[in-house]
T-cell receptor, first 115, second 115 residues
Framework: DTEVTQTPKHLVMGMTNKKSLKCEQH?????MYWYKQKAKKPPELMFV???????INESVPSRFSPECPNSSLLNLHLHALQPEDSALYLC??????????????FGEGSWLTVV | AQKITQTQPGMFVQEKEAVTLDCTYD???????LFWYKQPSSGEMIFLIY??????QNATEGRYSLNFQKARKSANLVISASQLGDSAMYFC????????????FGKGTMLLVSP
């Protein structure tokens, strides 16, 4: 069983809605990530938080707003999304450091459909 | 910039047989890590195996082994004794040294295991 928990598993939202995706990990990891994955494509990095500070924003539109309330939690706030934002959103965590063996562990993903 | 290439969009194997999934990579950095992930249709990205660029021996994890040929820049995944539950998308990925791990993924290979 994965130690990175994502909720909800499935989300359908209208283009004017505001919703949030939530992610929680209890592995003591201090780096957390959001990836977006379209059908039949590899995941694409969106955001990286390291020690609760935003370290990477891969030019993601402002309708996606990440938040890291503490070292175990990561949220992705969604507002005014477009149908093309429909995708699988994967949360992940790792223990940052200089070792290349800092494996990234993923959650089960949240399937988002924008109607 | 780093690049991962998976040239096999799909592979078929019979149950109990071994299968090799190909992965080549390109980077000018001498220090890097190589990962394989499995993604079933449910969406979860499952970590399988890791190989560091300075590791002398090929990595093994149960039925999974990584055939690391540094001079050829290849990191093929070998699955022995395939099982029906191995049917999934498999991604090869690479990370470079940083304070946290960010993965560059290949396009993936869909593996189907038949009875």
């Amino acid at each position: 069983d994965t130690e990175v928990t994502q909720t909800p598993k499935h989300l359908v939202m209208g283009m004017t809605n505001k919703k949030s995706l939530k992610c929680e990990q209890h592995m003591g990891h201090r780096a957390m990530y959001w990836y977006k994955q379209k059908a039949k494509k590899p995941p694409e990095l969106m955001f990286v938080y390291s020690y609760e500070k935003l370290s990477i924003n891969e030019s993601v539109p402002s309708r996606f707003s990440p938040e890291c309330p503490n070292s175990s939690l990561l949220n992705l706030h969604l507002h005014a999304l477009q149908p093309e934002d429909s995708a699988l959103y994967l949360c992940a965590s790792s223990q940052p450091g200089t070792s290349l063996g800092d494996t990234i562990y993923f959650g089960e993903g949240s399937w988002l459909t924008v109607v | 910039a780093q690049k991962i290439t998976q040239t096999q969009p799909g592979m078929f194997v019979q149950e109990k047989e071994a299968v090799t999934l190909d992965c080549t990579y390109d980077t000018s950095d001498p220090s890097y890590g190589l990962f394989w992930y499995k993604q079933p249709s449910s969406g979860e990205m499952i970590f399988l195996i890791y190989q560091g660029s300075y590791d002398q021996q090929n990595a093994t994890e149960g039925r999974y082994s990584l055939n690391f040929q540094k001079a050829r820049k290849s990191a093929n995944l070998v699955i022995s004794a395939s099982q029906l539950g191995d049917s999934a998308m498999y991604f090869c990925a690479m990370s470079l040294p940083s304070g946290y791990s960010t993965l560059t993924f290949g396009k993936g290979t869909m593996l189907l295991v038949s009875p």
